[in-house]
């Protein structure tokens, strides 16, 4: 059987599920959370806009002081430390985001990518590469945080919606991702999207070895996308401003 190679030297810390610790954080997050979206609802257009401009504007910093950071302690590395991960790809598109014109193509794709891999990340932590700061458990759910909630912000205060062609394009984008951070993580020696080594976190998604968990991947994935692409249509889901 074909099997990647890849190395497992970097510092992993795990918060396990239901743990003290796992429930101080998601209840600390969660409240943040539904006091953002709820004085959302008290605002203008206009002056939700600037919120996102705010999350985005933290996003950025947290872009760059986070590997630069960690290129100043001499830790910095290309298996491990580029924004390839789902989480990080979605990132890098919500800290954007609120500053482009047109943006319905990467709204679309990080509605989905942004509230699923932000729900599994609060709900699973693994903080890869984690030297035990302070700034590095905090921006770990600060980052998460503003990727669940940006979507969702912009759905509910700033008339955004999803395309009928959003669940196959990020569904089909997703997979091209894939075929291309499949070979480079056998090339470096990476585990970017978890395609080349399950995550250690005990997760509900992951099932089997490698390569079958990423089968499941996918059908969890397309299950996933059909789901919040529903919700999304649903009144309730949306700000009364919006509701139909």
Not at 168 to 175: A, C, G, H, Y
Not at 213 to 220: D, P, S
Request: contains cysteine; charged residues 10%; proline residues 5%.
């Amino acid at each position: 059987m074909l099997t990647f190679f890849y190395t497992t030297d970097y510092p992993i810390y795990i918060i396990e599920f239901m743990s003290d610790e796992w429930v101080r954080n998601n209840t600390i997050a969660l409240f943040l959370i539904l006091v953002v979206l709820t004085i959302a609802r008290f605002l203008t257009q206009k002056q939700n806009t600037y919120v996102t401009y705010l999350m985005g504007i933290i996003l950025i910093c947290s872009s760059i002081l986070s590997p630069l950071r960690v290129y100043l302690l001499g830790e910095w590395n290309v298996a491990t430390d580029l924004p390839l991960h789902l989480c990080g790809i979605s990132g890098l598109i919500c800290a954007i985001l609120p500053f482009l014109k047109r943006k319905q193509l990467l709204f679309d794709f990080v509605f989905y990518t942004g509230i699923i891999g932000g729900i599994m990340s609060m709900l699973t932590p693994q903080m890869n590469a984690y030297d035990g700061s302070l700034f590095a458990y905090v921006e770990y759910y600060l980052r998460h945080s503003i990727i669940l909630i940006m979507p969702i912000y912009m759905l509910q205060n700033l008339n955004m919606t999803l395309t009928k062609q959003s669940t196959i394009r990020t569904f089909v984008t997703l997979n091209i991702l894939l075929a291309i951070i499949m070979p480079l993580n056998f090339s470096i020696g990476g585990n970017y999207m978890y395609l080349a080594e399950a995550p250690q976190v005990n997760n509900p998604l992951v099932i089997g070895e490698w390569p079958y968990y990423v089968l499941w991947f996918e059908l969890f994935m397309v299950i996933l996308l059909i789901v919040l692409f529903a919700l999304s249509r649903i009144p309730l889901f949306k700000s009364k401003k919006m509701a139909v």
